[in-house]
């Protein structure tokens, strides 16, 4: 089987149609550059190039290879350069995790960074709530993941990818939605309260107990949800009130009103992370956690 080698000799003395021109393009000396094209020659089983003392023509052997070894040489060069991209992460692909209300707020960071400085690397997004993504990080189905802080394992890394606050959605009748200035937590006691689900919303879940707690508030729970988007879809019905994060205000409903919250000492309490595992060895991975 020919070698490359063979090749760049056969196209370099084609193109030329000189030995010793071809030979000082190639930066070699012609014995060797001859030996190439007679050891292409035998492997191929077919004469490439009738040689005189004076003349280098092509045979129509060598004419219709020609083409093909142009061709093959491309296609090296291009794959020689694909797996340097993807060993220094500027090409390849990245699986990223996220929670719904992410897509708000981090993951379009994320994917403008990715975008502009890593234009060769294909993103991968699976929508999945914290638990599912951190089951998938262990089982090295996904690359990274943005969840809301959780009780993570030693073989996770985690770094903070951005803090917001919370605000009151609202059914657009309902009379708290026509106050003037930040609403108190005090206003929510005794509301029908769409809550988040203490398993696949634990976070949330948690965190609004703490928080009703610590104010000595007890709104009335009437269901427990585990999207932000599916309790914004039942206080658009006029189901009941609840708390979201900042980000979900891009969730637009013509029956949600968004009021600001007045939280003493918390102005910003929900935090959202990036996780990855630590041994994920994926150039582009690396690539993309430098860009952010």
Known sequence: ?????QLTCFVAVAEELHFTRAAERLSM?????????????????????????????????????????????RQAEHASLAVRQVSSGEAGSI???????????????LLEAARAALPGVEILLQELVTRDQLEALSEG??????????????????????REGLVA???????????????????????DFLMYSPVEARYFHELLITTFRGAGVRPV?????????????????????ALVPEAATKMRHGG?????????????????????????????????????
Do not use: C
Request: overall charge positive; cysteine-free.
């Open 169 to 191: 959605a609202l059914p657009a009748n309902h009379p708290l939605a026509a106050a003037d200035g930040p609403l108190e937590l005090s206003a929510f006691d005794g509301q």
């Open 141 to 162: 189905s996904l690359d990274l993941g943005l969840i809301r802080p959780s009780a993570v394992g030693a073989d996770l890394a985690v770094s903070t990818a951005v």
């Open 221 to 241: 729970f009437t269901q427990y949800l585990s999207q932000v988007h599916s309790i914004l879809a039942l206080v658009n019905t006029g189901w009941g009130v």
């Open 29 to 73: 000396t012609q014995p060797p550059l001859s030996r190439q094209i007679q050891l292409l020659e035998s492997d191929l089983g077919v004469k490439l190039l009738d040689r005189t003392n004076r003349t280098v023509r092509l045979t129509p052997a060598g004419r219709a290879f020609l083409a093909d070894a142009r061709r093959i040489m």
């Open 1 to 5: 089987m020919f070698t490359l080698t």
């Open 95 to 109: 699986v990223v995790g996220f929670t719904a209300a992410s897509a708000y707020s981090a993951l379009g960071e």
């Open 256 to 292: 949600v009103v968004y009021r600001p919250l007045h939280l003493p000492g918390q102005p910003r309490p929900v935090e959202l992370d990036y996780v990855w595992r630590k041994t994920n060895d994926n150039p582009a991975l690396r690539a993309l956690l430098r860009q952010l």
